[in-house]
């Protein structure tokens, strides 16, 4: 079974860090374009970042930019987003999803990052 | 960059009825790059349609897409009760890295 499971989330205080992973499994995780997709509570979907499936040119949406940055190990399967300078209006459920012909095919459950003091 | 808009903002109906979801871009997406997706509260998004008309796997023929330029539509033929949600339409590119539209929801009437 093609499955993505995230884990990382949690509490945070504004200005701190944290770093998501999302763990693929049941196909070729090194085939496949991955990214980031957050949504904040009751809101809609927002996208953070795309990495290709060689890890280089990585994109990010302007609200994120300079302080996240997404990485991936493809010899552990794992896809990462490094967060830092936390702010309340981060506070989100963060997805990750595997890119197919310009979509995202492949959703983990999410992980839930709350910034507050 | 291109902006997403969708409407109506909500999409009151009745199981067996037929719905129609419009997705709007400010400038012309190519048809290679608009999605369509499906959300449940609580759940993660699902994949509808990709490339502007082509289903996802498993996603039922009542799921059908089409559109170019700036306006795509979503229709389902006859609702079903799983079929009440929230759709989302998505383009790649620009801004980068993706973006979505605001989305609609479907609700029992």
């Known amino acids: 079974e093609v499955q993505l499971l995230e884990s990382g989330g949690g509490l945070v205080q504004p200005g701190g860090s944290l770093r998501l992973s999302c763990v693929g499994s049941?196909?070729?995780?090194?085939?496949?374009?991955m990214s980031w997709v957050r949504q904040a509570p009751g809101k809609g979907l927002e996208g953070v970042s795309i990495?290709?499936?060689?890890?280089?040119?990585?994109n990010y949406g302007d609200s994120v930019k300079g302080r996240f940055t997404i990485s991936r190990d493809n010899s552990k399967n794992t896809l990462y987003l490094q967060m830092n300078s936390l702010r309340v209006e981060d506070t989100a459920v963060y997805y990750c999803?595997?890119?197919?012909?310009?979509?995202?095919?492949?959703w983990g459950r999410g992980t839930t990052v709350t910034v507050s003091s | 960059e291109i902006v997403l808009t969708q409407s109506p903002d909500t999409l009151s109906l009745s199981p067996g009825e037929r719905a129609t979801l419009s997705c709007r871009a400010s400038?012309?997406?190519?048809?290679?790059?608009l999605a369509w997706y499906q959300q449940k509260l609580g759940q993660a998004p699902r994949l509808l349609i990709y490339?502007?008309?082509g289903r996802a796997t498993g996603i039922p023929d009542r799921f059908s897409g089409s559109g170019s330029g700036t306006d795509f539509t979503l229709i389902i033929s006859r609702l079903e009760p799983e079929d009440f949600a929230v759709y989302y339409c998505?383009?790649?590119?620009?801004?980068?890295?993706?973006?979505f539209g605001p989305g609609t929801k479907v609700d029992m009437k």
């Open positions: 990495i290709s499936a060689r890890g280089d040119g990585p």
């Open positions: 049941g196909f070729t995780f090194s085939n496949d374009a």
């Open positions: 998505q383009q790649y590119g620009n801004p980068p890295p993706f973006s």
């Open positions: 400038r012309n997406i190519s048809s290679t790059y």
């Open positions: 490339g502007v008309s």
């Open positions: 999803a595997r890119w197919t012909r310009y979509s995202m095919d492949v």
